[in-house]
């Protein structure tokens, strides 16, 4: 008989810590606002849109679905402006990144040596970026020179006001120097990310 009390207590006890499991996951998962030691969060959905435009002058931009670089000669300039908009009642901070970048040769038909020979289109390309919100900028930098393991960050911490739009610039230029040394060179990036955090 006491056996199966302890027993059944043994088991009530495991059951009741399940639940103090089971339930405290459930708090930090449902909960909007979770205090972690120090640390207040507050979780909440954030809604933003965004528009890539591109132009060849700085001055008449198209709608874009994708940042590539094919069939350029030296002196050329691509500008792209990324229009993001604050869908919420509270001020976001975002992450504009550039993932998979992509280099081969544009034509198998064409001159295949500059590829071959290992010249990449990252390592002479110049980034320059700015926006309309504050003063951080780049400014002549090499793509090389500025992707991470495997993305690269064209814009960091803008904050973007309640219901506001944010106009972020970003120019890629092959320089008049290189010559014809990157010709029939190719370079894509597959993702643009935006990120961003209340």
């Known amino acids: 008989m006491i056996k199966k009390r302890l027993s059944l207590s043994l088991?009530?006890?495991?059951g009741s810590v399940f639940l103090f499991?089971?339930?405290?996951f459930a708090w930090f998962t449902l909960?909007?606002?979770?205090?972690l030691g120090d640390f207040l969060v507050n979780q909440q959905?954030?809604?933003?849109?965004?528009?890539l435009w591109e132009s060849d002058d700085d001055i008449t931009y198209t709608e874009s679905t994708g940042i590539s670089f094919e069939n350029q000669v030296p002196g050329d300039v691509k500008y792209f402006k990324l229009?993001?908009?604050?869908?919420?009642?509270?001020?976001v901070y975002t992450q504009v990144s550039l993932y998979g970048m992509s280099e081969t040769y544009t034509s198998i038909n064409g001159d295949t040596s500059n590829y071959a020979s290992g010249?990449?289109?990252?390592?002479?390309?110049?980034?320059n970026t700015s926006n309309n919100i504050d003063s951080v900028t780049i400014v002549d930098q090499t793509l090389s020179s500025l992707v991470g393991s495997t993305k690269l960050i064209t814009h960091d911490s803008v904050?973007?006001?309640?219901?506001?739009t944010a106009e972020l610039y970003f120019s890629f230029t092959i320089p008049e120097t290189i010559g014809n040394d990157y010709q029939n060179l190719r370079l894509d990036?597959?993702?643009?990310?935006?990120?961003?955090?209340?």
């Open 11 to 14: 088991v009530a006890l495991i």
């Open 45 to 51: 959905d954030i809604s933003v849109e965004a528009v």
């Open 119 to 127: 010249r990449l289109l990252a390592d002479v390309i110049l980034l």
């Open 21 to 24: 499991v089971i339930a405290s």
């Open 159 to 164: 904050a973007i006001a309640s219901l506001g």
């Open 83 to 91: 229009v993001i908009t604050n869908n919420n009642d509270f001020e």
């Open 189 to 198: 990036f597959t993702n643009l990310y935006i990120q961003s955090v209340g």
């Open 31 to 35: 909960s909007n606002i979770n205090d």
